[in-house]
């Protein structure tokens, strides 16, 4: 990880060349906005990985036995939390472990201190700190989604995206992978806590396989975003995502030219959220409802 803090230096040079400075909300640069959630991810994640090596254990259960959360969970964002305090008082936040608060400035941040606490706790090493900052309330139907940072401490790979300025994987520009039909499509996909949902969810997966190249999933949702955004994957889709679960990742899929949307014409919301090339998103999208009839 230390090799990632000190590559921050020439991503953050990169990132000053890449997008014009005009881009402001709130009166604050998006580039100026991506620095803060970089830095504070990146510090974020060194945590996140010492705890890992220490040794993790289940602290409690949410909302079903297999919903889990951590000790390291809620001391990543108590950390993550208590830095954008101190360099961004006002803006609002909206994390999975310490709840909401209320902006003054226009501006709230959505975080998952570990996406992929399950992968996190048998030491998988997929799982990832994810950091938005969006305008308005902290609510895919009506947000404007103006900077992204997604780190996997595992492995050191850093997703960034401003609003209009692209998608990037450290310093290198990311895009969708080209248009494939949906048979040659590899889609990956997420379950729910729920029992009863997991159930339906396995169902649909099984008719749907026979009809794409593969499925893969690989349990942290930001990652699936960011995975599609960097063409290793074809599409994603998932139900019961919360918030925080897709907030950076969708920003950072979208400014790498996929479509990122909910079902038919909505925006991206509990019930579904997809993304993809356009045209395999739009495949996948009919094939789903297909499937749900």
């Known amino acids: 990880m230390d090799a990632i803090v000190d590559a921050d230096v020439a991503v953050a040079r990169a990132a000053r060349r890449r997008v014009p400075q005009h881009q402001y909300a709130g009166g604050v640069p998006h580039e100026s906005l991506l620095t803060t959630a970089r830095t504070i991810a990146l510090r974020a994640g060194e945590l996140a990985r010492l705890r890992r090596s220490e040794g993790v254990e289940v602290a409690a259960s949410k909302s079903s036995p ?42 709230t941040w959505l975080v998952d201190p570990i996406d992929g606490t399950v992968n996190f706790l048998y030491g998988i090493p997929h799982y990832a700190v994810s950091i938005a900052v969006v305008e308005g309330e902290p609510d895919p139907q009506t947000w404007t989604a103006l900077a992204a940072c997604v780190v996997n401490p595992a492995t050191g790979e850093l997703f960034t995206a401003t609003a209009g300025g692209g998608a990037f994987l450290g310093t290198a520009p990311i895009r969708v992978a080209d248009a494939v039909p949906l048979s040659q499509a590899l889609v990956a996909t997420g379950f729910a806590y729920d029992s009863t949902t997991r159930g339906e969810q396995g169902r649909l997966v099984a008719e749907l396989l026979p009809l794409v190249r593969d499925i893969r999933r690989l349990g942290t949702a930001s990652l699936d975003l960011c995975f599609v955004a960097s063409g290793r994957y074809n599409a994603y889709f998932e139900r019961t995502l919360s918030p925080w679960d897709h907030a950076a990742g969708a920003l950072i899929a979208r400014e790498a030219g996929a479509t990122v949307k909910g079902a038919g014409d909505a925006r991206p919301d509990r019930e579904l959220i997809l993304a993809g090339h356009p045209d395999v998103a739009a495949d996948l999208d009919r094939t789903l409802g297909q499937l749900a009839r």
């Open 66 to 107: 297999v919903d889990i959360v951590t000790a390291a969970d809620r001391e990543t964002e108590a950390l993550i939390r208590g830095l954008l305090a101190d360099e961004r008082p006002g803006d609002g936040f909206f994390g999975e472990e310490s709840g909401a608060e209320r902006s003054t400035t226009g501006l």
